[in-house]
């Protein structure tokens, strides 16, 4: 097992979000929020023969929800999410952009001192590149199924 040192630089992302939240009566809440992120630059290969870097611009994400409460320890919630995105790369030949959007569906269950959520996520989403490798624009599309669950305590 070889061991050493390795010198990498990571900048981390500047994220501002604000949102809302409203009752819409009293067993519906629901809510929005935008996302914007700053600049980020990273390497896309883990060798120093590629130095190819891709920088994502100026990313923002809107995202929208909706909470059926059923009883004072059990609700439901399900919600939506837009992020369209700019990519540039170092080596000069590429207009790139992604983009996706998500729809989450979960419940809640709380107790006193515990909360906890459990849900799933569906993501799909959408890279344009072009690369120097021919005129063509490369098209990705990609998607995630996925799981979360998190749970919070009160002291």
Do not use: C, H
């Amino acid at each position: 097992v070889a061991t050493g040192r390795v010198k990498a630089r990571f900048i981390t992302p500047l994220d501002i979000r604000v949102g809302m939240q409203y009752r819409i009566s009293e067993d519906w809440n629901g809510g929005f929020d935008l996302s914007y992120g700053n600049n980020v630059e990273y390497s896309v290969f883990d060798s120093p023969e590629v130095d190819l870097r891709e920088q994502v611009k100026n990313s923002f994400r809107i995202s929208t929800g909706w909470e059926r409460v059923f009883s004072q320890k059990l609700s439901g919630f399900a919600g939506i999410s837009f992020m369209p995105t700019d990519l540039s790369t170092n080596d000069g030949l590429t207009a790139d952009s992604f983009q996706y959007s998500s729809v989450s569906l979960g419940g809640k269950f709380s107790t006193e001192n515990v909360r906890t959520s459990l849900g799933v996520y569906y993501a799909v989403g959408q890279t344009n590149r072009s690369r120097e490798l021919g005129p063509e624009v490369w098209r990705e599309s990609y998607s995630y199924l996925g799981g979360f669950i998190g749970t919070q305590y009160a002291f």
